[in-house]
């Protein structure tokens, strides 16, 4: 399969031919809508409605063009209908769709392909078919393995919406009057170190990663019942904000949890598989889990995800069935085969160092030219931009992130809003010429909302 496949689709866009969202848009959405309750933000906001995606673009019923800088979200890495992980796919569902947890030819080939690219001895592995899912399992792994039922999480994480995984995550304000009390018992949260606003600083402004450290030591003696299974993190925070943590925090939280066999477990659903420039975002830091869980783009958008953890715990794994009516099916393990030779043929991590190595440049060089652009960050393909009321006081600005979203999507760049941290994960296979494109549209809006509240 040549590299530049998706190249084509891309020449001329965006291409708004009407703006967005378009009166087909509009009548489709509000017919939906009469059923259908529960929209996310990335939706509500900027009601368009997509009917084809190829390679880095989008296409919406009124004929508007888009450039892809979300991959649905955090999903479709390697671009929309990649023709070898379609094809993969549709071979499976002419031959055989489903055989419950049965052994099949291209799950052993998966197996291997895991094993192969997987750091350490992470080798022992099960299938599910959403990242929730994997969650749960991973949690259920984490007791099994240590006997203990205690766990660890971070502000600000996010880990899917079943009731455990709530439970690791933070919920909106929302969702806790909604529904709430969001968190089972057992299960805690702990500050994380975000650099760009620390909750503990040394006394020269900078983060103080051991203060965390001390705190975590203090909160399981004091705040538990001493009975911790796993520390549950996101490598990089993606809901929270494209967040990632000071280069020593995973080293040594690697440490601490060694130091108290708490198991590592690094929640890589969004992260993981190439995302960062690495299969895992933990390498990184040169840290291996002992528990991790793939999802979103493993199977390029079909849906497929997994949990690994590492071999000397496999006899856990027997204790915990991974019996599920869609885990690992013949079209499941296909797409995810397909996607990792994807990633390993077209040279996509170094795709992602190299244009990640860009993406930096110019969001550093973004935040020097916008006083309402307060921080930037990400690795690779991972980025965000943080929106705020004056660079001193650091007070969000989430009017400004609703109005950059919208006004760069109405330019034709679909994208995804969070609050005041403006998100971005484009496809892995973008080149600079579309990764300086995007930027320049997000750019501009940001421009045309500085000027909006007086800033220019
Ligand atoms: C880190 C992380 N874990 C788990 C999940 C849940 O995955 P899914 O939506 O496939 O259930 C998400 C989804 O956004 C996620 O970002």
Partial sequence: ??????????????????????????????????????????????????????????????????????????????????????????????????????????????????????????????????????????LRAARAITGRHEFLSCFRDFHGKTMAAVSCAQMSRGDVLAYGPTRAPGFYMVPRPDPYRPTFAKPDGTIDTDAYLRFYDAFIREGTAGNVAAFVLEPAQGWGGSIFPPEDFFPKLRAFCDQRKILLYADEVLTGM???????????????????????????????????????????????????????????????????????????????????????????????????????????????????????????FEEAGQLVYQKAFRKGLAWIPAGHILRMSPPLIMDEKYAGLGLDLIEESIAEVEKQFGYR
């Fill in 1 to 138: 399969m040549a590299k530049d496949w998706w190249k084509a689709s891309a020449r001329d866009i965006p291409r708004i031919v009407v703006e967005p969202p378009g009166p087909k848009s509009r009548t489709m959405h509000a017919s939906a809508c009469r059923y259908f309750h529960g929209l996310s933000s990335q939706v509500k906001l900027f009601p368009v409605c997509f009917e084809q995606g190829h390679g880095i673009t989008l296409t919406d019923v009124d004929g508007n063009r888009y450039l892809d800088f979300s991959s649905g979200i955090y999903v479709t890495s390697l671009g929309h209908a990649h023709p070898k992980i379609s094809e993969a796919v549709a071979h499976w569902a002419k031959r055989l769709m489903n055989c419950h947890d049965f052994t099949t030819p291209v799950k052993d080939e998966l197996l291997s392909k895991m094993a192969a690219i997987l750091p350490g001895r992470l080798h022992a592995i099960q299938f599910y078919s959403d990242g929730t899912a994997a969650v749960e399992a991973a």
């Fill in 274 to 396: 190439g995302r960062t420039g690495e299969w895992l975002c933990l390498s990184h830091w040169n840290v291996l889990p002992d528990v991790v869980t793939f999802g979103k783009s493993f199977g390029n958008g079909f849906p497929v995800t997994a949990m690994v953890v590492s071999e000397e715990n496999a006899g856990a794994l027997e204790k915990i069935s991974a019996s599920s009516s869609y885990g690992g099916n013949p079209m499941a393990c296909a797409a995810a085969l397909a996607s990792l030779e994807v990633i390993e043929e077209e040279e996509l991590l170094e795709n992602v160092r190299r244009v990640g190595g860009y993406f930096a440049k110019r969001l550093q060089a973004m935040k020097q030219a916008h006083p309402i652009v307060g921080d930037v960050k990400g690795k690779g393909f991972l980025l965000g931009i943080e929106l705020v009321k004056d660079k001193a006081g650091k007070e969000p």
